[in-house]
């Protein structure tokens, strides 16, 4: 069973940054696309980011292009993602998530970290 934790999240002004961390285990990393995805409170969960089994093989949504960096150390069996230039709106739960490459949607992806909570205060 493939398990992913998440961990990085905390309480950041506007304009800072943080480093979101998705730890895996029980799976073979290396071959799989792992998804950032965020959740704002009543409002449904959604893509962020992706990175496939190849690191070059990225893609980010529209509104975090230029401010988020994903990345994946395949000897940490970790992704990463860096936010800068962080706004009130990015305030959500991010999650990790393990599926196949080039997936976007929430039904795509097989394994789900529990989340942790960014917020950014104004």
């Known amino acids: 069973q493939v398990q992913l934790v998440e961990s990085g999240g905390g309480l950041v002004e506007a304009g800072g940054s943080l480093k979101l961390s998705c730890a895996t285990s029980g799976g073979t990393f290396s071959s799989y696309a792992i998804g950032w995805f965020r959740q704002a409170p009543g409002k449904e969960r959604d893509f962020v980011a992706s990175i496939g089994w190849n690191p070059s093989n990225t893609y980010y949504e529209d509104s975090v292009k230029g401010r988020f960096t994903i990345s994946r150390d395949n000897s940490k069996n970790t992704v990463y993602l860096q936010m800068n230039s962080l706004k009130p709106e990015d305030t959500a739960v991010y999650y990790c998530?393990?599926?196949?490459?080039?997936?976007?949607?929430?039904?795509?992806?097989?394994?789900w970290g529990q989340g942790t909570q960014v917020t950014v205060s104004s």
């Open positions: 998530a393990w599926g196949p490459w080039p997936a976007r949607e929430t039904n795509e992806y097989d394994f």
